[in-house]
């Protein structure tokens, strides 16, 4: 098995075959952990090491990620609206919209997708 490194983790891996500037390392015994999870093993003495905070930290980043595209497809295109559209709302509205949008801009730090306001369509 061949792996390349990235920051001291593996970034890439190939069971059969060879990989330009790959590393040869023994199989870890749990592969399919491995297969699922290979960006939080490193190497160390020369064997795969998987590091629980490293998953924990790229889960951490993946849910990020997905929570900022949900915020560009769930949000901005309410908050990215024209004048006309918010002069149409409540002051109430306006405060409820003002709210919501203020937690989908925290959502990557609290991890939480903030419930959109009912009169949104």
């Known amino acids: 098995m061949q792996i390349l490194l990235e920051n ?3 970034s890439s891996y190939a069971l059969v075959g060879t ?3 790959g590393i040869e390392v023994t199989e870890p015994a749990d592969i399919e952990h491995f297969k699922e999870h290979y960006q939080a093993y490193r190497l160390r003495d020369g064997m795969l090491e998987y590091s629980e905070d490293k998953n924990t ?4 980043k ?3 990620d997905e929570l900022r595209q949900r ?3 769930e949000c901005f295109s ?3 609206r024209g004048e006309l559209w ?3 709302l409540t002051e109430d509205q306006k405060t ?5 949008y203020a937690a989908w801009l925290k959502v990557t730090e609290t991890l939480t997708v903030p419930e959109k306001p009912s009169w949104l369509h």
Do not use: K, P
Not at 57 to 60: A, F, H, I, L, W
Not at 96 to 100: G, P
């Open 8 to 10: 001291g983790y593996v």
């Open 19 to 21: 990989l330009v500037d």
């Open 57 to 60: 930290d790229n889960e951490r």
């Open 62 to 64: 993946a849910l990020c």
């Open 71 to 73: 915020r560009e497809t």
């Open 78 to 80: 309410y908050i990215n």
């Open 86 to 88: 918010y002069a149409r």
């Open 96 to 100: 409820e919209l003002q709210v919501w």
